[in-house]
C-alpha cells in the first residue's frame, strides 16, 4: 500500500497529478470510475487499514512509585459536599468561602479524617491561589497531596522537601523555588535548613541573605541562635534587621541578656552606644513617644521578661509598651493575660488562650468599635454561651458599627447554637434596614454550614 | 421473497461472534426435523439439551426469530443456524406449500397483533413518502459526490484558503437533502482543517468514509440490516423509538459504565454507556436535548439496571433504547476489564463492522496514569494508550494515587476519553 502515494495526488489534485499504481498494492482492489472516485475509493480502504492496523508507539518511561496509605478514615459524603461546595463556590458565603473552608479543614484535622482523594486536587489548586490555607491544606492533604505535590511544580509548596532532594533544588532554583524548598524543609529539618543557609551564605546578594533570615522564623529555636547572633555584624542593614526581628523571640539568647543589662531600671536611656546599635536598637520613634522612650520600648521589647509586678497600672506607659512588645513575641501567658488586665488591645487579646480573651471580652461594659476590636481579636472557637451572649450584646447596642466590624470573626467563631438568636434578630429587624438584614441573612448561612460541618465530624 | 441470502448477510444478523461460529456448526441437517420454508417463514425442530427439540421460526419479512430455547441472545444460534442451511439452497430445507403447525401459529399470532394504530396514514401514502425521502436523498447524495469528486480534483491543498461558508454551504445542501448526519460531519471538518496539525491525512480519510457512504447508499439493496443500521447512522436518518422497541429486544443486567455529555451551540446530547452480565455486549443509550434544554436525568454510574432494552439495527456497539422500567441495583467496580491491546483488537473488530464508528467504547484493567505533556496510561504489558489533550488529568492522579486502577472511557482518534474510574470498588465519573 501507498498512502503517502495516494496523499500526494489528493493534496495537489487528480486534475494535475496521476493516482500512483501500487497505491492499493497488497491491501485490496476496488472498482471505481474514474481518478475522483478511485482516489475516495482508495481513501476508504487505506484510511480504514491503517484506523485497523493502528499499534500504540513504544514507551519507555518509568513508573514511579505510588503514594503511601492514608489510615485516616474518609470523612462522610456530606461532609466532602460541603466542602466541594464551598471550594467550587456553588454556594457563596458573605464575608469569603474562605473562612469556612478554614473551618471545615481544622474540624476535619480535629476528627483525624481525611476528605476523599477527588478533592484533593481542588484543595491544592484553592491554596496556591490563598496562600492563607497552605498549612491547613497540606496537613489535611496527607500522602496523597504530598504525591501529588510532588509530581506538579504549581504545588510544590505542599511537598515535603527530603534534605539530599532539597540541597539540588536549593543550588539550582530561582529565588522564589529556593525560598519554598527552604520553607518546607525548615518544616521538618530546621538544622538541615540553617546548614543549607549557611553552606552559600558568603555568595548571596543582600536580599537574597535577608530573604533567608527571614524563612529561618518558620520552627524558630534557640539552636539558631549562634547563627543569627554573627549576622548581626552583617553589611547590609536589612540582614541585621531580620536578624535582630528573629532574636527579639528567643529570650535566652546572648543579644536578650545584654538586652536585660540595659534595662535593668526601666530608665529610659541618655545615649545609645554602639553595642545597642549593633543589636539593632534605631532611632525609628514609637508612635506617640519621644526618642528616649522609644530607645526604652525597643530595649524592652527585646529583653527577657521577669516576674509579672504586683500592679501593673502604676508602670509608665512606654514601659508598659514594651513589655506588652515582649510578652507578644514571647508568646509568654501569664504576662500576656496581665496586660490584658490592665490595658486590654486586640493584639494583646488575640495571643490569648480562648477562655482568658472571652474573659477579657465580657468584662468590657460598652458595646462600641473597640469592643468590636476586642471581639474581632477574640481567638475561637466561641463556647455556645458565650455565643448567644455577643449576639444578645451586639442586638442590644445603639450603632451599627460593632456588627460589620466584627463580621467575620463572627462568622467564624461563633458556636452554631448562636443560630436561633440570629434569626429572631432577622426577624426583627425592619425591611427598610437592608444592609443590616445582609449582613444578618449571611452569618446564618454561615453558621448553618458550619452546624453541617461540626454534625459530619463526630468528635 | 426475492432470492435466498447470502451466508453473510444471515452472519450480520448475529448478535456477537460466538453465536455466529455456534450457528455455523448447528447448521447440518442431523440435529434437524421438520425442516421448511415458504415464502415468508423458515422453521425447523432442532435437537438441544432439552428434551423436547427447540421449535424454531424465522419471519423473513423483517427479519423476525422465534425459537423455545432458553437463550438469552437474539436472535440465537437456531434461527441463525436454520437460515444458513436454508441460505445455503442444497435442498436440505424444503420449499413447503403449508407451514409446520408451531410456525404456522406464531405467524398468525405475529398477523393478529396491532401493528398499525387506529389513525395512522395508509401504507401507500407512508410508502408514496419514504419513496419521496429515499429520491430526495439519492439526489443530494449524487450531488454531494460531484461536490467530492470537485474536491479530489483540484486538490486537497487549497481547502484551507476555503471561507467557513465553503463547508457550510455543502452541509446546508446536505441538510436540505434530509442527510443531517452526513451534513454535521461535513460542518465540523471546517474548523477540523483548521485546528488540527494532521488535517490533511484527517481530510482525506474522512473524504473515504464520506464517500464511502454514499456508494453504500447507492448499494443500499444488499446490505444487511445491521449495515443499513449503521448507514442510516451516519446519513442521519432516524429511526422513530416506536419502531425500534417493536424490534429486538435484550434482556439482561446493564451496568452502567460511564456517562458523557457533550455540547455544541445547537445540541446537548448525553451517551450513557451499558455492558450487559450475561451477553457480554456494550451498548449506549443516547439522549439529546437543544441546547439550553434539559436532558434526560441520567442513570447513576455504577449502577445496574436489570431489565430489557430495544436494539437499534446496527453493528456493534449497538444504540439501544430502554424498554419498560429496569430495577436497579448497585454494582462493584467495571464487570469486565481488557489490556490495551485486547481493547484496541476489540476496537478494530468494531470498526471492521461499522467503518464509520469514530468513538469505541474501552474498558482498561490495571492501568497507571502518567502525567506529562501527553498524559498516557500503561497497562501491565508495558503498553500505553494517550489521554485526549484537553482531560484534566490531576483528578484522576488523585483518585489513583499512582496505583493501577481501572478505567472506563472512549476511544476517539487515537486518544482515550476517560469517563470513570473505579476505586474501592466504587465507579467514579471523570
Redesign the interface.
Same mark, same amino acid.
Given at each position: 500500500m501507498n498512502w503517502e502515494g #495516494?496523499?500526494g495526488t489528493?493534496? !495537489?489534485? @487528480? &486534475?494535475?497529478r496521476d493516482l500512483p499504481a501500487d497505491v492499493l498494492d497488497g491491501v485490496a482492489t476496488v472498482s471505481a470510475e474514474?481518478?475522483? %472516485?478511485t482516489? #475516495?475509493?482508495? %481513501? %476508504?480502504?487505506? &484510511?480504514?487499514y491503517?484506523?485497523?492496523? $493502528? @499499534?500504540?508507539?513504544a $514507551?519507555g &518511561?518509568e !513508573? !514511579?512509585?505510588?503514594?503511601a496509605r492514608d489510615e485516616r478514615p474518609v470523612c462522610s459524603p456530606a461532609a466532602a459536599q460541603v466542602l466541594e461546595l464551598l471550594v467550587s463556590r456553588d454556594i457563596r458565603v458573605e464575608g469569603g468561602n474562605e473562612l469556612l473552608i478554614g473551618h471545615w479543614l481544622a474540624t476535619c484535622a480535629r476528627a483525624g479524617q481525611r476528605p476523599p %482523594?477527588?478533592l484533593? !486536587?481542588l484543595l491544592l489548586r484553592l491554596a496556591t491561589a490563598t496562600r492563607g490555607l497552605r498549612d491547613e491544606v497540606a496537613a489535611i492533604a496527607g500522602?496523597?497531596g504530598e504525591?501529588?505535590a510532588r509530581?506538579?511544580p504549581s504545588w510544590a509548596w505542599a511537598a515535603p522537601v527530603a534534605a539530599t532532594d532539597a540541597k539540588e533544588r536549593f543550588a539550582t532554583g530561582t529565588w522564589a523555588q529556593r525560598q519554598a524548598v527552604l520553607t518546607a524543609l525548615r518544616r521538618t529539618d530546621p538544622a538541615g535548613a540553617r546548614a543549607l543557609v549557611e553552606s552559600t551564605w558568603e555568595q548571596e546578594p543582600a536580599a537574597t541573605r535577608a530573604g533567608m533570615v527571614d524563612v529561618l522564623g518558620v520552627n524558630l529555636s534557640d539552636e539558631d541562635e549562634p547563627f543569627l547572633e554573627s549576622t548581626l555584624d552583617d553589611r547590609a542593614v536589612t540582614v541585621r534587621a531580620a536578624a535582630a526581628a528573629l532574636l527579639d523571640r528567643l529570650p535566652r539568647s546572648r543579644r536578650a541578656a545584654r538586652m536585660a543589662q540595659r534595662v535593668r531600671d526601666l530608665e529610659p536611656p541618655e545615649e545609645l552606644d554602639a553595642s545597642a546599635r549593633r543589636d539593632g536598637i534605631t532611632d525609628q520613634r514609637e508612635h506617640g513617644h519621644g526618642r528616649r522612650a522609644s530607645w526604652l520600648i525597643q530595649l524592652l521589647g527585646a529583653a527577657p521578661l521577669g516576674p509579672v509586678p504586683d500592679d501593673l497600672s502604676t508602670a509608665d506607659s512606654w514601659v508598659v509598651v514594651g513589655w506588652t512588645m515582649a510578652a507578644l513575641r514571647q508568646r509568654d501567658e501569664r504576662w500576656l493575660v496581665a496586660l490584658a488586665r490592665a490595658r486590654p488591645t486586640p493584639e494583646v487579646v488575640a495571643a490569648l488562650p480562648t477562655a482568658e480573651a472571652i474573659a477579657v471580652v465580657d468584662r468590657e461594659s460598652t458595646v462600641d468599635a473597640r469592643f468590636a476590636g476586642l471581639l474581632a481579636a477574640c481567638p475561637g472557637p466561641w463556647p455556645a454561651e458565650f455565643s448567644t451572649r455577643i449576639v444578645v450584646r451586639l442586638r442590644g447596642a445603639r450603632t451599627e458599627g460593632a456588627l460589620t466590624l466584627a463580621f467575620a470573626a463572627l462568622a467564624r467563631n461563633l458556636h452554631h447554637t448562636a443560630l436561633p438568636a440570629v434569626e429572631s434578630w432577622i426577624e426583627d429587624t425592619p425591611p427598610d434596614k437592608r444592609a443590616r438584614r445582609r449582613t444578618l441573612r449571611g452569618l446564618a448561612h454561615a453558621l448553618t454550614i458550619r452546624q453541617t460541618i461540626e454534625q459530619e465530624f463526630p468528635l | 421473497m426475492g432470492a435466498r441470502w447470502t451466508e453473510a448477510r444471515v452472519l450480520a444478523l448475529a448478535p456477537d461472534a460466538g453465536s455466529a461460529r455456534a450457528a455455523r456448526s448447528l447448521a447440518r441437517p442431523g440435529r434437524w426435523s421438520d425442516l421448511g420454508s415458504n415464502d415468508s417463514l423458515v422453521w425447523g425442530k432442532c435437537q438441544g439439551s432439552a428434551r423436547d427439540p427447540y421449535q424454531v421460526t424465522v419471519d423473513l419479512n423483517e427479519p423476525a426469530f422465534r425459537c423455545t430455547c432458553p437463550s438469552r441472545k437474539h436472535p440465537c444460534k437456531h434461527g441463525l443456524a436454520l437460515l444458513l442451511m436454508w441460505a445455503a439452497g442444497d435442498g436440505s430445507v424444503a420449499d413447503l406449500d403449508t407451514a409446520a403447525d408451531f410456525a404456522a401459529a406464531w405467524a398468525d399470532e405475529r398477523a393478529a397483533r396491532p401493528t398499525r394504530r387506529a389513525g395512522e396514514p395508509d401504507p401507500e401514502a407512508r410508502a408514496k413518502r419514504l419513496a419521496e425521502r429515499e429520491s430526495l436523498m439519492t439526489a443530494g447524495l449524487d450531488e454531494f459526490e460531484r461536490w467530492l469528486f470537485d474536491l479530489v480534483r483540484q486538490g486537497l491543498a487549497g481547502v484551507r484558503g476555503q471561507p467557513y461558508t465553503f463547508w457550510e454551504t455543502a452541509a446546508a445542501r446536505l441538510v436540505d437533502a434530509q442527510v443531517p448526519g452526513l451534513a454535521e460531519r461535513v460542518r465540523s471538518m471546517g474548523s477540523a482543517v483548521h485546528v488540527r496539525a494532521d488535517w490533511a491525512q484527517h481530510l482525506l480519510t474522512h473524504l473515504g468514509r464520506w464517500y464511502l457512504a454514499v456508494r453504500a447508499w447507492r448499494g443500499r439493496a444488499g446490505l444487511s440490516p445491521a449495515s443499513m443500521g449503521d448507514l442510516r447512522t451516519v446519513l442521519g436518518w432516524p429511526r422513530r423509538s416506536d419502531e425500534v422497541l417493536a424490534g429486538e429486544r435484550l434482556r439482561d443486567r446493564w451496568w452502567v459504565l460511564g456517562l458523557r455529555q457533550d455540547e455544541d451551540e445547537r445540541l446537548l446530547s448525553q451517551r450513557t454507556w451499558l455492558h450487559g452480565e450475561h451477553t457480554g455486549e456494550t451498548v449506549v443509550l443516547l439522549d439529546f436535548a437543544a441546547a439550553g434544554g434539559s436532558l434526560r436525568v441520567p442513570h447513576v454510574l455504577g449502577s445496574v439496571l436489570d431489565g430489557e432494552l430495544a436494539l437499534y439495527p446496527g453493528s456493534a456497539p449497538r444504540r439501544v433504547l430502554l424498554a419498560g422500567d429496569p430495577t436497579t441495583t448497585v454494582g462493584d467496580g467495571l464487570p469486565v476489564t481488557d489490556t490495551v491491546l485486547a481493547a484496541l483488537d476489540l476496537a478494530t473488530t468494531w470498526q471492521a463492522g461499522n467503518p464509520w464508528l469514530d468513538r469505541l467504547p474501552m474498558s482498561l484493567g490495571a492501568v497507571t496514569v502518567i502525567p506529562g505533556d501527553d498524559t498516557v496510561l500503561v497497562d501491565r504489558d508495558g503498553t500505553t494508550v494517550t489521554l485526549e489533550r484537553e482531560f484534566d488529568p490531576w483528578p484522576l492522579l488523585a483518585l489513583s494515587g499512582g496505583h493501577p486502577v481501572d478505567l472506563f472511557g472512549e476511544w476517539i482518534g487515537q486518544r482515550l476519553h476517560p469517563c470513570s474510574v473505579a476505586v474501592d470498588g466504587e465507579l467514579i465519573s471523570l
Amino acid at each position: 500500500m501507498n498512502w503517502e502515494g #495516494l496523499l500526494g495526488t489528493a493534496m !495537489v489534485g @487528480t &486534475g494535475r497529478r496521476d493516482l500512483p499504481a501500487d497505491v492499493l498494492d497488497g491491501v485490496a482492489t476496488v472498482s471505481a470510475e474514474g481518478p475522483e %472516485a478511485t482516489v #475516495l475509493a482508495a %481513501a %476508504a480502504v487505506l &484510511g480504514a487499514y491503517r484506523r485497523a492496523g $493502528w @499499534t500504540p508507539p513504544a $514507551w519507555g &518511561g518509568e !513508573v !514511579v512509585e505510588p503514594a503511601a496509605r492514608d489510615e485516616r478514615p474518609v470523612c462522610s459524603p456530606a461532609a466532602a459536599q460541603v466542602l466541594e461546595l464551598l471550594v467550587s463556590r456553588d454556594i457563596r458565603v458573605e464575608g469569603g468561602n474562605e473562612l469556612l473552608i478554614g473551618h471545615w479543614l481544622a474540624t476535619c484535622a480535629r476528627a483525624g479524617q481525611r476528605p476523599p %482523594a477527588r478533592l484533593v !486536587v481542588l484543595l491544592l489548586r484553592l491554596a496556591t491561589a490563598t496562600r492563607g490555607l497552605r498549612d491547613e491544606v497540606a496537613a489535611i492533604a496527607g500522602p496523597r497531596g504530598e504525591w501529588l505535590a510532588r509530581r506538579n511544580p504549581s504545588w510544590a509548596w505542599a511537598a515535603p522537601v527530603a534534605a539530599t532532594d532539597a540541597k539540588e533544588r536549593f543550588a539550582t532554583g530561582t529565588w522564589a523555588q529556593r525560598q519554598a524548598v527552604l520553607t518546607a524543609l525548615r518544616r521538618t529539618d530546621p538544622a538541615g535548613a540553617r546548614a543549607l543557609v549557611e553552606s552559600t551564605w558568603e555568595q548571596e546578594p543582600a536580599a537574597t541573605r535577608a530573604g533567608m533570615v527571614d524563612v529561618l522564623g518558620v520552627n524558630l529555636s534557640d539552636e539558631d541562635e549562634p547563627f543569627l547572633e554573627s549576622t548581626l555584624d552583617d553589611r547590609a542593614v536589612t540582614v541585621r534587621a531580620a536578624a535582630a526581628a528573629l532574636l527579639d523571640r528567643l529570650p535566652r539568647s546572648r543579644r536578650a541578656a545584654r538586652m536585660a543589662q540595659r534595662v535593668r531600671d526601666l530608665e529610659p536611656p541618655e545615649e545609645l552606644d554602639a553595642s545597642a546599635r549593633r543589636d539593632g536598637i534605631t532611632d525609628q520613634r514609637e508612635h506617640g513617644h519621644g526618642r528616649r522612650a522609644s530607645w526604652l520600648i525597643q530595649l524592652l521589647g527585646a529583653a527577657p521578661l521577669g516576674p509579672v509586678p504586683d500592679d501593673l497600672s502604676t508602670a509608665d506607659s512606654w514601659v508598659v509598651v514594651g513589655w506588652t512588645m515582649a510578652a507578644l513575641r514571647q508568646r509568654d501567658e501569664r504576662w500576656l493575660v496581665a496586660l490584658a488586665r490592665a490595658r486590654p488591645t486586640p493584639e494583646v487579646v488575640a495571643a490569648l488562650p480562648t477562655a482568658e480573651a472571652i474573659a477579657v471580652v465580657d468584662r468590657e461594659s460598652t458595646v462600641d468599635a473597640r469592643f468590636a476590636g476586642l471581639l474581632a481579636a477574640c481567638p475561637g472557637p466561641w463556647p455556645a454561651e458565650f455565643s448567644t451572649r455577643i449576639v444578645v450584646r451586639l442586638r442590644g447596642a445603639r450603632t451599627e458599627g460593632a456588627l460589620t466590624l466584627a463580621f467575620a470573626a463572627l462568622a467564624r467563631n461563633l458556636h452554631h447554637t448562636a443560630l436561633p438568636a440570629v434569626e429572631s434578630w432577622i426577624e426583627d429587624t425592619p425591611p427598610d434596614k437592608r444592609a443590616r438584614r445582609r449582613t444578618l441573612r449571611g452569618l446564618a448561612h454561615a453558621l448553618t454550614i458550619r452546624q453541617t460541618i461540626e454534625q459530619e465530624f463526630p468528635l | 421473497m426475492g432470492a435466498r441470502w447470502t451466508e453473510a448477510r444471515v452472519l450480520a444478523l448475529a448478535p456477537d461472534a460466538g453465536s455466529a461460529r455456534a450457528a455455523r456448526s448447528l447448521a447440518r441437517p442431523g440435529r434437524w426435523s421438520d425442516l421448511g420454508s415458504n415464502d415468508s417463514l423458515v422453521w425447523g425442530k432442532c435437537q438441544g439439551s432439552a428434551r423436547d427439540p427447540y421449535q424454531v421460526t424465522v419471519d423473513l419479512n423483517e427479519p423476525a426469530f422465534r425459537c423455545t430455547c432458553p437463550s438469552r441472545k437474539h436472535p440465537c444460534k437456531h434461527g441463525l443456524a436454520l437460515l444458513l442451511m436454508w441460505a445455503a439452497g442444497d435442498g436440505s430445507v424444503a420449499d413447503l406449500d403449508t407451514a409446520a403447525d408451531f410456525a404456522a401459529a406464531w405467524a398468525d399470532e405475529r398477523a393478529a397483533r396491532p401493528t398499525r394504530r387506529a389513525g395512522e396514514p395508509d401504507p401507500e401514502a407512508r410508502a408514496k413518502r419514504l419513496a419521496e425521502r429515499e429520491s430526495l436523498m439519492t439526489a443530494g447524495l449524487d450531488e454531494f459526490e460531484r461536490w467530492l469528486f470537485d474536491l479530489v480534483r483540484q486538490g486537497l491543498a487549497g481547502v484551507r484558503g476555503q471561507p467557513y461558508t465553503f463547508w457550510e454551504t455543502a452541509a446546508a445542501r446536505l441538510v436540505d437533502a434530509q442527510v443531517p448526519g452526513l451534513a454535521e460531519r461535513v460542518r465540523s471538518m471546517g474548523s477540523a482543517v483548521h485546528v488540527r496539525a494532521d488535517w490533511a491525512q484527517h481530510l482525506l480519510t474522512h473524504l473515504g468514509r464520506w464517500y464511502l457512504a454514499v456508494r453504500a447508499w447507492r448499494g443500499r439493496a444488499g446490505l444487511s440490516p445491521a449495515s443499513m443500521g449503521d448507514l442510516r447512522t451516519v446519513l442521519g436518518w432516524p429511526r422513530r423509538s416506536d419502531e425500534v422497541l417493536a424490534g429486538e429486544r435484550l434482556r439482561d443486567r446493564w451496568w452502567v459504565l460511564g456517562l458523557r455529555q457533550d455540547e455544541d451551540e445547537r445540541l446537548l446530547s448525553q451517551r450513557t454507556w451499558l455492558h450487559g452480565e450475561h451477553t457480554g455486549e456494550t451498548v449506549v443509550l443516547l439522549d439529546f436535548a437543544a441546547a439550553g434544554g434539559s436532558l434526560r436525568v441520567p442513570h447513576v454510574l455504577g449502577s445496574v439496571l436489570d431489565g430489557e432494552l430495544a436494539l437499534y439495527p446496527g453493528s456493534a456497539p449497538r444504540r439501544v433504547l430502554l424498554a419498560g422500567d429496569p430495577t436497579t441495583t448497585v454494582g462493584d467496580g467495571l464487570p469486565v476489564t481488557d489490556t490495551v491491546l485486547a481493547a484496541l483488537d476489540l476496537a478494530t473488530t468494531w470498526q471492521a463492522g461499522n467503518p464509520w464508528l469514530d468513538r469505541l467504547p474501552m474498558s482498561l484493567g490495571a492501568v497507571t496514569v502518567i502525567p506529562g505533556d501527553d498524559t498516557v496510561l500503561v497497562d501491565r504489558d508495558g503498553t500505553t494508550v494517550t489521554l485526549e489533550r484537553e482531560f484534566d488529568p490531576w483528578p484522576l492522579l488523585a483518585l489513583s494515587g499512582g496505583h493501577p486502577v481501572d478505567l472506563f472511557g472512549e476511544w476517539i482518534g487515537q486518544r482515550l476519553h476517560p469517563c470513570s474510574v473505579a476505586v474501592d470498588g466504587e465507579l467514579i465519573s471523570l
